[in-house]
């Protein structure tokens, strides 16, 4: 019997899938660069996306820089204007009030579940999540204590088990996401180590799976993340609005 060779259209088959990875991985990149690069404060809040500029930096064409703007939009970072480009979205301070209220309340729900179904080995992943976020505290690290950070929170809230939950969290902390992190630069050194505290108390609660414990924590937690954002943008309103 002949050895079966394999026909070109098999061999391609073959090879789509592998494609499709790098195309996936491409995108992933080119969103978490761009997301990063809007979240750290490099474009002004309510300014316009420089999309040409964007694109020399990211080395790529428009077209997959707004495919990348869309998933921001979706994400409530930036707005899309028709015909315009897109510009980053700006927060008043009432809009950060009650954005912050709703997920403090998301996340208190979202701790009293997971104590209900999270498993040994989530709560040893947020275990060591802590500890690598207490290193970057401990260097003053914003941007990885930062990444870190929203990592276990989300964790937290994927151990939910709450499908409708988790989808209205990650719509609300996609619009938040900028000013949690310009507002934790702003933070005295007595605030940031008072967040770590507070992460302490999040980690021990949920280890003896004390879900009402847990969900005050988060609650209160989520507040005096409220309030420092709102300090903040009382802080650079006013800088923003001055002439150069």
């Known amino acids: 019997m002949k050895p079966m060779i394999p026909s070109e259209t098999a061999?391609?088959?073959?090879?789509?899938?592998?494609?499709?990875?790098?195309?996936?991985?491409l995108h992933d990149e080119i969103l978490t660069r761009l997301r990063d690069?809007?979240?750290?404060?490099?474009?002004?809040?309510?300014?316009?996306?420089?999309?040409?500029?964007?694109?020399?930096?990211l080395g790529i064409s428009r077209t997959p820089l707004r495919e990348a703007l869309k998933v921001l939009a979706s994400e409530g970072l930036v707005e899309l204007l028709p015909n315009r480009g897109?510009?980053?979205?700006?927060?008043?301070?009432?809009?950060?009030?009650?954005?912050?209220?709703?997920?403090?309340?998301?996340?208190?729900?979202?701790?009293?579940?997971?104590?209900?179904?999270?498993?040994?080995?989530?709560?040893?992943?947020?275990?060591?999540?802590?500890?690598?976020?207490?290193?970057?505290y401990l260097h003053r690290d914003m941007h990885g204590y930062f990444r870190v950070n929203q990592l276990i929170h989300q964790k937290i809230v994927e151990a939910s088990r709450n499908a409708a939950l988790q989808s209205t969290y990650a719509n609300l902390a996609g619009r938040l996401r900028r000013v949690r992190y310009s507002a934790n630069f702003a933070r005295k050194r007595e605030r940031w180590g008072e967040a770590m505290r507070e992460h302490e108390t999040?980690?021990?609660?949920?280890?003896?799976?004390?879900?009402?414990?847990?969900?005050?924590?988060?609650?209160?937690?989520?507040?005096?993340?409220?309030?420092?954002?709102?300090?903040?943008?009382?802080?650079?309103?006013?800088?923003?609005?001055?002439?150069?």
């Open 11 to 25: 061999a391609t088959a073959v090879a789509e899938p592998a494609s499709g990875r790098e195309d996936v991985s």
């Open 37 to 57: 690069h809007i979240v750290e404060g490099n474009i002004p809040d309510g300014g316009r996306v420089p999309e040409r500029q964007l694109c020399e930096m």
């Open 86 to 136: 897109a510009r980053v979205r700006q927060l008043s301070a009432q809009d950060l009030g009650e954005l912050f209220d709703i997920m403090g309340g998301l996340e208190g729900l979202a701790g009293r579940l997971a104590c209900e179904n999270i498993t040994d080995t989530e709560i040893a992943e947020i275990e060591r999540l802590h500890y690598e976020m207490y290193g970057f």
């Open 202 to 244: 999040i980690l021990d609660a949920l280890r003896r799976r004390a879900g009402s414990e847990l969900s005050d924590i988060l609650f209160v937690h989520l507040r005096n993340k409220r309030t420092a954002a709102v300090e903040h943008l009382k802080v650079v309103e006013p800088a923003a609005s001055e002439p150069a």
